[in-house]
């Protein structure tokens, strides 16, 4: 489809499908539209502010990645000013969480996982990882029975 339009697939520094996962400790940055920061502008227009911020990641396993917004790293918004931990990120649902790659002093990015869900109260992200989604755009079954622990 986007061949289709004569436009290019951007992947950063990822070069097969699907990408590794972020580490945990390390790096990651996102962009998406928080429900709190969209205005009316007219009866038919709506203005779409946009929340942004590096952050590292908190907890990778096997499905998820997790990220705290606690104020040490960047998180803005459109209208400037960093975030406070409690700010409400609740509508960036669907964001891609990028992952931060440096390789031989130079920086770069890879697909890490879609936001699901931002929750106010804990000042967390959380992300399913892109290894889910398979290359024809589904999104892979999780394998419940594997997840269980051994009796």
Known sequence: ?????GK???TGSQTAW???PPHQGKGVFFAGYPG???????DEEIGFG???GILVASSVNDRNISCQ????YLVETTWGGSAPADYDARGISGAPLLTLVEHRGVFSWRL???IYTANDNLGLIFAARADYILPDG????YDWVQRRRPQ
């Open 69 to 72: 917004i606690d104020g040490k």
């Open 112 to 114: 890490g996982g879609v």
């Open 1 to 5: 489809e986007v061949a289709g339009l």
């Open 50 to 52: 946009v929340l942004h």
């Open 36 to 42: 709190r920061e969209r205005t009316r502008a007219t």
């Open 138 to 141: 589904r999104v892979r079954a």
């Open 18 to 20: 699907p990408p590794p």
């Open 8 to 10: 290019q697939v951007l």
